[in-house]
Nanobody
């Protein structure tokens, strides 16, 4: 079983940057696809970004493409989400998740989830 712990969230102003970190333990991290999802109040949890096992392929929601960058360090069992040019509509709880298959965009395909970290962007 894999445990995931997110960190790095906070309150920032529009246009600022943040880097989220997801630390994994208890499993073979390099065997999982890793993803970031977010959930705003009253909305469904939505896909943000994902990265393949090797880190060679990355995937982004259209709403964050060009502003967010996902990366992973398998030696540290960690995945990152670098967020730039933040907008108020990016405000949400951000969740890290890992997937033994290759679901990428489908949150129902992910096997393990972290507890989330709050990101609030003020205008």
């Amino acid at each position: 079983q894999v445990q995931l712990v997110e960190s790095g969230g906070g309150l920032v102003q529009a246009g600022d940057s943040l880097r989220l970190t997801c630390a994994a333990s208890g499993g073979t991290f390099s065997s999982y696809v890793a993803g970031w999802f977010r959930q705003a109040p009253g909305k469904e949890r939505e896909f943000v970004a994902a990265i393949s096992r090797s880190g060679g392929n990355t995937y982004y929601a259209d709403s964050v493409k060009g502003r967010f960058t996902i990366s992973r360090d398998s030696a540290k069992n960690t995945v990152y989400l670098q967020m730039s040019s933040l907008k108020p509509e990016d405000t949400a709880v951000y969740f890290c998740a890992v997937d033994r298959r290759y679901s990428v965009y489908d949150k129902n395909g992910y096997d393990y989830w972290g507890q989330g970290t709050q990101v609030t962007v003020s205008s």
